[in-house]
């Protein structure tokens, strides 16, 4: 059975200052309209993940409750999953592994460096930098979700804010 996982780099966040902590960096007005854009790209195109795993940074879950709610989705349903926020690579793969076999279509929302990382060790693809609220839709083909590591999937789509913002 065929498992997507769709990687969502968090929308654009204020700028870091030493009054508020990396944490706790709320989206701009550009990261709330570019994760509206992205939710609204998602529903127009019929993609309706079963799971919702976020980092718990605000920057991070805001994106992820605003593609929740252009869903339809109950945001109290996001899977929040504290090492994602400053855990590496390896945390992403923590996160995926972890998931029931009874979902085939799972979101993550985290941050860079880490999600451009883990979106090329999984398909060997070669993203540069993923943009912010970019996501990456990577296929596995007769996998669990236990079963997924390097190179084991395929990236079949890439789309940024600015680019389903050109599709309306």
């Given at each position: 059975?065929?498992?997507?996982?769709?990687?969502?780099?968090?929308?654009?966040?204020e700028d870091q200052s030493?009054?508020?902590?990396?944490?706790?960096?709320?989206?701009?007005?550009?990261?709330?309209?570019?994760?509206?854009?992205?939710?609204?790209?998602?529903?127009?195109?019929?993609?309706?993940?079963?799971?919702?795993?976020?980092?718990?940074?605000?920057?991070?879950?805001?994106?992820?409750?605003?593609?929740?709610?252009?869903?339809?989705?109950?945001?109290?349903?996001?899977?929040?999953?504290?090492?994602?926020?400053?855990?590496?690579?390896?945390?992403?793969?923590?996160?995926v592994t972890g998931v029931?076999?009874?979902?085939?279509?799972?979101?993550?929302?985290?941050?860079?460096?880490?999600?451009?990382?883990?979106?090329?060790?999984?398909?060997?693809?070669?993203?540069?930098?993923?943009?912010?609220?970019?996501?990456?839709?990577?296929?596995?083909?007769?996998?669990?979700?236990?079963?997924?590591?390097?190179?084991?999937?395929?990236?079949?789509?890439?789309?940024?804010?600015?680019?389903?913002?050109?599709d309306e």
């Amino acid at each position: 059975m065929k498992k997507t996982l769709i990687l969502v780099r968090h929308a654009t966040a204020e700028d870091q200052s030493f009054r508020i902590k990396d944490f706790d960096r709320n989206l701009n007005n550009k990261g709330l309209a570019e994760s509206a854009a992205m939710g609204k790209w998602f529903a127009a195109n019929d993609i309706k993940p079963d799971i919702f795993i976020s980092s718990p940074a605000s920057r991070a879950l805001k994106t992820a409750e605003i593609i929740a709610e252009e869903l339809g989705v109950n945001v109290s349903s996001i899977n929040l999953q504290p090492a994602i926020y400053d855990g590496g690579p390896r945390a992403y793969l923590g996160a995926v592994t972890g998931v029931s076999e009874n979902f085939t279509i799972l979101v993550l929302f985290g941050h860079n460096p880490d999600i451009t990382y883990f979106a090329e060790y999984l398909s060997g693809a070669n993203l540069g930098s993923m943009k912010k609220g970019g996501a990456a839709f990577i296929e596995f083909e007769n996998q669990k979700w236990e079963e997924i590591s390097a190179k084991t999937g395929n990236l079949t789509l890439y789309k940024t804010p600015k680019q389903v913002q050109g599709d309306e």
